[in-house]
């Protein structure tokens, strides 16, 4: 499609986590983390001390690399930086939003959930079905 993003294909994408610490340990046990050439990682480590500026720093460079393709974040750190959340719209990398150990999952706060529900209400009021 025309002006739609895509995942370079030459190369392998990335899975971007902003978590707290128990969250990021179980993702790179599981093989998820990459340090660049820069040092630059493809997480950030969410606790008590980290500002809500470098959360949104972090969502703005992560949603801006190329090598992203998902990024997961824990739903009660989107909470904190929700406008951007919930204002970002492009197809990839996909913005995902995850339980964590303190913290469950919350579907009415989910911006791709809501997405979907406006989606297929509106679709279902188009074809005269309710």
Not at 79 to 88: C, P, T
Not at 98 to 119: C, G, M, W
Request: proline share 4%; hydrophobic share 40%; aromatic share 8%.
């Amino acid at each position: 499609m025309a002006g739609s993003s895509q995942i370079r294909t030459n190369s392998s994408a990335l899975i971007a986590m902003i978590a707290d610490e128990d969250t990021v340990t179980g993702f790179l046990l599981a093989g998820v983390g990459n340090v660049d050439i820069r040092r630059k990682t493809n997480y950030l480590i969410v606790d008590s001390k980290t500002t809500v500026k470098a959360i949104e720093d972090a969502f703005k460079e992560f949603t801006s690399r190329e090598d992203i393709a998902v990024v997961l974040i824990s739903q009660y750190i989107a909470n904190m930086i929700r406008f951007l959340v919930d204002s970002y719209n492009n197809p990839v990398p996909a913005i995902l939003e995850i339980p964590s150990k303190d913290h469950p999952y919350d579907p009415a706060h989910d911006s791709v959930l809501s997405r979907v529900r406006y989606l297929f209400s509106a679709e279902s009021v188009a074809s005269g079905r309710r």
